[in-house]
C-alpha cells in the first residue's frame, strides 16, 4: 500500500514538471545551480604572498614619501606675517609700533575704549576672576550670564535669548540645531563663512538663491513647492528654512526682509536672520533690520548677533521665542559643550546694552556718518565702493580685473600698504578660497567707525596730515613706488577725507 502511495505521488511530480511554464523551470534550474556552487566554493581567495628580505624591505621604507599633512604654505602667508596690535583699537590704533587712523575694526560705536565699559567688566573681574571653567550645564552658567541674556531678550524685544562664548559659533551652532538631514534650506550665495559652516554641520539640502534676488529664491521655493505635491506624506515631515544676513558680511548690502517676510507666510518656510553687522548700528535704537523695516519682530523664526561689533565684548547671541530658544540649550553644540562667557566679558555687553539704552543717538548718527563718508570715496578711481551707504562695513573694490586673482590680491594689498604708510590702517578682505561655496572678488574692507573721543562726537582724531600734492619729485618719493600720476593724485585725495 505504501508503495503505491509512492509511485502515486512521484507520478503527480513528474505530471506537474511536465506541466510547468518553462521560465518557471530555467529559474529553479538555475537556483539549484547556484546552491550547488554555494555548498563547494571557497569562502575566499588565498592572495598570493612572495615574501620580501630585509633589504628588500629597507630599500622600499627608503623610497616612501609621506604626503604632508598640510600643503605647503608661503613664507610671505599673511597668516605668518600678522600685524602686531598694541593698546586698544579705538579710533587710533598702533599697528606694529605706528600710530594710525583706524579704519579696519568692527569698533562701530567706539564703546571698546569706553570707561563706563571697563569699569564694569573691572568690576565683574575682581568679583568673579577671568573665565568660567566650565559649560553652561556644568557650573557654567553664573549669575551675569542670565541678567545678560535677560537684557538681550528686553532690548530686541522678544520672550527669550542665549548667550555663546564665540561670535562665529552663534549661527554656526543654531542651524544644525534645528535643520537637519532631509530638511531644506534656501540660502543666498553670499552668506558668511560661518552660515556655511552652519549649513555643513546640519547636512541638510542646500539651494542656493542669486544675492538678493526674490525672483530667484520664489523660483525655487515653488519649485520645490511642486516637488512636495508629488510626495506629500515626505512633505508633511520636512523642514524648509530660508537663511539670510540683515547686512552681509562680504558685499555690505542690505536683504529685503520685507520680501522675504512675504515669501516666509507664502511658502509656509521659517527665517533665520543673521544681524551681526545690523544689531546696534540700524533703526531707530539699534535693534537691526526689523527694526528698520518696521518689521514685527515675531515674524523673524531666529535672531542671530555677535556681541564683537557693536557691543565690543566677545561671544553672540540668538532671541526668539521661549519654545525655540531652549531647544539650543540643548542641541546648540557650542552652548552644550564650550566654556561659558567669561562673566567680565558679559558685564562689560550689559554696560553696552545701558550706554545704547541710554543713548539713543549714537545708533542714529552711525548711518548718517557711513553715507557721507562712503560719498566722499566715489571720487578715487580705479575703485568702486561696495554695498549700502549706511553699513559700517564696506569694501572697495577694483573697478578692473587683471585677469588674474593672485595679481588682484596683491594690487590690493600694496594699496592696503601704501595707506600704512600714511598713518591710515585698512585691511585687505581675506577668505577661505578652498573653503567658500561662493568666493567674492577680492577687495579691501574699511569699518567706518563711530568714536566720542579724540576729535569730538563721532568725529575720528586727525591723523598724520598729507603734504601738498602732487609730491616734488614723484619719481624718486618712496611715498609712491610703481604709481603713476592719477593714483598719486588718488592716495592724497584718500588721506585729505580722512583727516576731514
Known sequence: MATATEQWVLVEMVQALYEAPAYHLILEGILILW??????????????????????????????????????????????????VSGP????????????????????????????????????????????????????????HLDLEDRLAKFMKT????IYSYGFATIASAIPAYSKRGDIVFVDRAACFA???????????????????????????????????????????????????????NTGTICPLPELVKLK?????????????????????????????????????????????????IGGFCCGRSFVIDHQRLSGQGYCFSASLPPLL??????????????????????????????????ISGLKVVGESLSPAFHLQLEESTGSREQDVRLLQEIVDQCMNRSIALTQARYLE????????????????????????????????????PPADRTQDSRWPRRGLKESKNMWIFDRIVTK
Not at 552652519?198 to 542656493?208: E, M, N, P, Y
Request: charged fraction near 25%; aromatic fraction near 8%; include cysteine.
Open 35 to 84: 546552491i550547488i556552487r554555494l555548498l563547494f566554493s571557497k569562502t575566499y581567495k588565498l592572495q598570493e604572498r612572495s615574501d620580501l628580505t630585509v633589504k628588500e624591505k629597507e630599500e622600499l621604507i627608503e623610497e616612501w614619501q609621506p604626503e604632508p599633512l598640510v600643503p605647503p604654505v608661503p613664507k610671505d602667508h599673511p597668516a605668518l606675517n600678522y600685524n602686531i
Open 159 to 162: 520672550e527669550e535669548a542665549i
Open 434 to 469: 578652498k573653503e567658500e561655496k561662493c568666493l567674492p572678488p577680492p577687495r579691501r574692507t574699511g569699518e567706518s567707525c563711530v568714536h566720542h573721543q579724540g576729535g569730538g562726537p563721532g568725529r575720528p582724531a586727525l591723523g598724520t596730515v598729507p603734504g601738498p600734492w
Open 195 to 249: 552660515i556655511q559652516k552652519g549649513l555643513q554641520a546640519s547636512r541638510s539640502d542646500i539651494k542656493l538663491f542669486k544675492h538678493n534676488d526674490m525672483a530667484d529664491l520664489e523660483r525655487l521655493l515653488k519649485e520645490q513647492e511642486i516637488e512636495d505635491q508629488k510626495n506629500p506624506r515626505k512633505a508633511r515631515v520636512t523642514r524648509r528654512f530660508i537663511v539670510v544676513e540683515g547686512l552681509y558680511m
Open 346 to 379: 558679559a558685564a562689560a555687553a550689559i554696560e553696552a546694552l545701558n550706554i545704547m539704552e541710554e543713548n539713543p543717538g549714537i545708533t542714529l548718527e552711525k548711518p548718517e556718518k557711513s553715507k557721507r563718508f562712503q560719498v566722499t570715496l566715489v571720487v
Open 265 to 313: 507666510y507664502k511658502y509656509k518656510a521659517r527665517i533665520f536672520l543673521e544681524e551681526s553687522l545690523s544689531f546696534g548700528v540700524l533703526g531707530e535704537h539699534g535693534r537691526g533690520v526689523t527694526e528698520h523695516y518696521g518689521i514685527n519682530i515675531d515674524d523673524i523664526d531666529l535672531i542671530s548677533a555677535n556681541m564683537e561689533n557693536a557691543l565690543a565684548s
Open 89 to 144: 583699537p579705538s579710533h587710533k590704533i598702533v599697528v606694529n609700533g605706528k600710530e594710525c587712523i583706524n579704519f579696519a575694526s568692527f569698533n562701530f560705536l567706539g564703546l571698546l575704549d569706553n570707561p563706563r565699559v571697563k569699569a564694569a567688566a573691572l568690576a565683574s573681574l575682581k568679583k568673579y576672576g577671568v573665565g568660567t571653567c566650565g559649560p553652561r550645564g556644568f557650573y557654567g552658567t553664573f549669575d551675569v
